[in-house]
């Protein structure tokens, strides 16, 4: 058989393996999904998870400031169970800050001050998260209820120009919440999450007989196995 005629024949079941090859393609991409989701139904996988918010003070700290703070952050870590629930921890900041006009302020020392006032506070809530799911790890979107506890760093601040009185200490926090997680796409890692946390924490001082807010988030995902 001419030499150039045997060439032609493998180049033809090379185009055809190749035509093959691609019209296998979506069904192989379907098989792939299929099996990454019965890897999430049978193991344990893990999400994390950068939160923005904005927060709404609430009860006595509104007697401090009445602002709504937009400068809080957080980052959760989760394991996922194949059940309905997962659990894992939660770090975060949150910054609340007010400036008053000038006014005059008198002292428990007899003394008087003209000054404009800056009011902050700051709380760096560590807690532990546990999650209920309304439906199966395999949805895109899974509403959730979340209770979390821990306790967090508190840092109160009035300014009196340049004089203050400050308050430091690390107490007890609770945090329920309600959200839901969502992926981009069916087998795809990336995700975000949208969630309503209450956050009270339990410090007295001054104003506050205890710092609690809402807080308001967003955050971008990654899951993995």
């Given amino acids: 058989m001419n030499k150039k005629v045997i060439l032609s024949i493998l180049g033809l079941f090379w185009a055809l393996g190749a035509v093959a090859q691609i019209g296998a393609d979506p069904e192989e991409s379907q098989s792939r999904r299929n099996f990454d989701n019965t890897l999430f139904d049978r193991f344990v996988s893990g999400r994390v998870t950068v939160f923005y918010g904005v927060a709404l003070p609430m009860g006595s700290q509104q007697n401090y400031i009445d602002k ?9 870590v989760e394991a996922m169970f194949p059940g309905r629930f997962s659990v894992g ?18 002292f428990d020392d007899g003394s008087d001050v003209s000054a404009v006032q800056t009011r902050t506070l700051t709380t ?50 609770l945090a329920p919440a309600v959200g839901a997680k969502f992926q981009f796409g069916k087998g795809n890692n990336f995700g975000g999450e949208v969630q309503a946390q209450y956050q009270n924490v339990f410090f007295k001082y001054n104003e ?18």
């Fill in 89 to 106: 921890g939660r770090i975060g900041q949150n910054y609340f800050s007010q400036r008053l006009p000038r006014q005059v302020y008198s």
């Fill in 124 to 173: 760096v809530p560590l807690l532990a998260i546990g999650s209920v799911y309304l439906n199966d790890i395999n949805s895109t979107f899974r509403p959730y209820l979340q209770m979390g506890a821990g306790g967090a760093y508190v840092d109160y601040t009035k300014y009196y120009g340049t004089l203050s009185d400050q308050k430091t200490g690390i107490r007890a926090a």
């Fill in 208 to 225: 506050l007989s205890n710092s609690s807010n809402l807080l308001l988030s967003v955050g971008l995902s990654y899951r993995w196995l």
């Fill in 68 to 76: 709504v703070g937009n400068r809080n952050f957080s980052v959760a």
